[in-house]
C-alpha cells in the first residue's frame, strides 16, 4: 500500500514551508501575502504528489471540518449530477470534503433527518433548488447555524446568498433560435408549474416570443406523478392524438427532450427533418443523443466555483462582496434544431 503524501513532503517539494502549503490549499494564500507564483507551484506539486489534506486533522486542530454538505430535492437528477461532479473537483483542490443528501423531494425538511445533519461534520451548507419550507428553516443568514449558500434558485431581494443561472436568458436564447428556424408552430415542454425556475423560464420565452408573429403555440406542463422522461414523452404523445405535433420543441430539461426524441421516434417522425427539437442543461448524453441535441448549458463548474468561495468568505467571518450572482448560459446547437 502506498503511504500516503504529507503536507511537509509538498512543503519540501515547493520549497515552502508547511504553513504556506496549509495557506495556499486552504484558500487564504491572499491574506498572508503570499504571491501568486508560489501558490501556483504549491497546487502544482500538491497535484503532482497526490496530496490530499487530513480532514480529521484539522478538525482537531481548528474545531472546523473543512465539510460542505450539498442538500438537494434529488441527487439522481442528470443535471445535479453534473453539479455534484464540478463540486467534486473543486472541494478535493482547495481541501475540503462533501457530503451529499438526498432530501427526497419536499418530504425531508424538517425532524430528525434534519437533526442528523445538524450533528454531522458540516462546516457548511449548500442549498439545492430549495423549496419555500426549506429555506423557512434559515435563521438569520444560517441554516442550522452555519454558514450556506442558494444553487439552482435566484434569492435576489432576500436575505440568502445565491448562484443561479440565467433562466431567463437560456429560454430566450433557445426559443429566439428556433424561432429563427422560420418553423411553427412552438412546443414548449415545462417542468413542474411551481417550480421557480420553470417561471423564469416562461418568462424568457415570452421575452422571445413578444412581438413576433407566433403562428400557434402549445404548453405542456409536468404533471405531479411523472419524472421528466415520462413528460416529454407524453407531452409529444398528446399533441401527435390532437393533430397538432409542432414544427419545433422547447424543453426546460435534457432529460424531457430525450422523452421527447423517443415518442417521436417510436411514432416514426423524424428529428429534426419534421421537428427541431431544443433543451436545456447540457448533460453528458445530450451530444450522444439521436441525434445530438441542441441545449442551453449551464455553467456547472462556474457556478460550484461561486458558491462554494461565498460559504468560504463566510466560514472565514467575512462579508459577501455580492450575495447574489446570475451567471451566463450558453446556446449549443447540435443537429436536433438544424
Request: some cysteine; proline content about 5%; charged content about 25%.
Amino acid at each position: 500500500m502506498t503511504a500516503r503524501c504529507t503536507r511537509r513532503q509538498v512543503a519540501e517539494a515547493a520549497g515552502v514551508s508547511p504553513a504556506v502549503v496549509s495557506y495556499v490549499l486552504g484558500g487564504t494564500a491572499g491574506a498572508h501575502r503570499i504571491s501568486e507564483k508560489t501558490a501556483q507551484r504549491v497546487v502544482r506539486v500538491s497535484r503532482e504528489l497526490g496530496y490530499r489534506p487530513n480532514i480529521w486533522g484539522r478538525l482537531l486542530k481548528t474545531q472546523r471540518s473543512g465539510v460542505v454538505v450539498l442538500l438537494s430535492p434529488d441527487l439522481t437528477d442528470p443535471s445535479t449530477g453534473e453539479l455534484i461532479k464540478a463540486l467534486g473537483r473543486i472541494v478535493r483542490a482547495r481541501g475540503l470534503g462533501l457530503m451529499l443528501f438526498d432530501l427526497g423531494g419536499d418530504a425531508l425538511v424538517s425532524g430528525e433527518d434534519l437533526r442528523t445533519i445538524e450533528t454531522s461534520m458540516a462546516g457548511a451548507f449548500l442549498l439545492h433548488l430549495p423549496s419555500d419550507r426549506l429555506l423557512a428553516l434559515c435563521e438569520r443568514g444560517r441554516f442550522q447555524g452555519k454558514p450556506f449558500c442558494v444553487l439552482g434558485r435566484d434569492m435576489a431581494g432576500r436575505d440568502c446568498p445565491s448562484v443561479e443561472v440565467d433562466n431567463e436568458q437560456g429560454a430566450a436564447r433557445a426559443v429566439g433560435h428556433l424561432l429563427g428556424q422560420g418553423v411553427r408552430p412552438l412546443g414548449i415542454i415545462a417542468d413542474r408549474r411551481e417550480y421557480p425556475y420553470t417561471q423564469a423560464r416562461l418568462k424568457g420565452c415570452r421575452r422571445a416570443l413578444k412581438g413576433k408573429a407566433r403562428g400557434g403555440m402549445l404548453m405542456r406542463f409536468r404533471a405531479a406523478d411523472e419524472d421528466q422522461y415520462e413528460a416529454g414523452a407524453a407531452a409529444v404523445r398528446a399533441w401527435l392524438e390532437r393533430g397538432q405535433l409542432p414544427g419545433a420543441i422547447f424543453a426546460m430539461g435534457d432529460v424531457m427532450a430525450f422523452g421527447a426524441l423517443n415518442a417521436l421516434h417510436a411514432a416514426g417522425m423524424s428529428c429534426p427533418r419534421q421537428v427541431r427539437i431544443v433543451g436545456f442543461d447540457d448533460t453528458p448524453m445530450a451530444r450522444y443523443a439521436s441525434p445530438p441535441l441542441s441545449t442551453v448549458r449551464q455553467p456547472f463548474t462556474q457556478m460550484a466555483e461561486a458558491a462554494l468561495d461565498m460559504v468560504r468568505t463566510l466560514l472565514d467571518g467575512r462579508r459577501l462582496p455580492r450575495k447574489h450572482l446570475l451567471l451566463e448560459p450558453e446556446l449549443i446547437v447540435r443537429e436536433s434544431s438544424q
